[in-house]
């Protein structure tokens, strides 16, 4: 059943794009109050689910530190990091996305940086430049991990920090249209899933709509055992539900990881 034409970083690029002509609620950039806010060090950002991150994950003094946000345009994390002090570099899929970063910037004076590109590779940046890597739950999005946590990893400095979230791979055992529409949990899927394998183009559409992005599930050991391969040391975890859905009382439906590049 495996659509082997399909390109998803192209895909998940126009339908990222549409997402955010819709007004997609990671697509919302943060108000000029948020701003000011986190100009007087009243901020929060999120990494999974819909929950500050704990800040204790992050330097305590934002001032000058670079950071990347890494597939994690919208208009929403990368500018209040960079309210708060920080050198942002935004890095996304998207250009609608990047777009509304550009957008919060502009509006409100202040000074990031937006690169176009696939997680996947990380080239236009260069070894060691960062000190935080941001990358809240997109990685769904790519059907490999190894190269995402290979240039996390390459593009910090000693000492730097990752901060990931991701989905619990056990979400996509369900049923989607039984999760969604009526509640119901309702096991039909072997894991690892992805959109790709599971359907023909055909399928998708009618499932999920031509434009939806293609996900993919992906191993705890990908996730986790991967930032360990790519050279991290983990000192942090945090899970958390999606009150929003049908599992959230079952199940936490995010993982978070604060990984450390050994200095």
Not at 23 to 37: A, I, K, L, M, Y
Not at 105 to 118: I, N, P, Q
Not at 216 to 230: M, R
Request: hydrophobic share 40%.
């Amino acid at each position: 059943m495996q659509d082997s034409v399909v390109d998803p970083g192209a895909h998940n690029r126009a339908a990222w794009d549409k997402y955010v002509q819709e007004g997609n609620e990671w697509s919302r950039p943060v108000t000029t109050e948020d701003v000011e806010r986190a100009r007087t060090g009243d901020w929060s950002i999120v990494l999974i689910g819909r929950e500050p991150v704990d800040r204790s994950w992050l330097p305590t003094d934002l001032t000058g530190k670079d950071v990347l946000c890494l597939a994690s345009g919208g208009g929403q994390q990368g500018p209040i990091l960079a309210a708060a002090g920080a050198r942002v570099t935004v890095f996304d899929n998207s250009p609608r996305q990047l777009g509304q970063d550009r957008m919060v910037a502009a509006r409100d004076g202040l000074e990031l940086h937006t690169v176009l590109g696939d997680m996947r590779d990380l080239g236009a940046l260069g070894d060691a430049a960062f000190d935080v890597v941001f990358h809240p739950v997109s990685n769904l999005f790519a059907p490999d991990l190894a190269p995402v946590w290979r240039e996390c990893f390459r593009v910090l400095r000693p000492g730097g920090t990752l901060l990931a979230g991701f989905l619990n791979p056990d979400v996509y055992l369900f049923d989607h249209e039984a999760l969604d529409e009526r509640g119901e949990l309702v096991v039909v899927h072997k894991l690892p899933y992805s959109d790709v394998t599971q359907y023909s183009a055909e399928e998708r559409a009618a499932k999920f709509g031509a434009d939806a992005p293609l996900e993919y599930s992906h191993t705890l050991t990908e996730q986790i055992g991967g930032q360990f391969a790519a050279g991290f040391v983990l000192t942090g975890f945090a899970e958390a539900p999606d009150h929003s859905s049908a599992a959230a009382p079952y199940l936490s439906n995010y993982f978070a990881t604060r990984a450390v590049k050994p200095g």
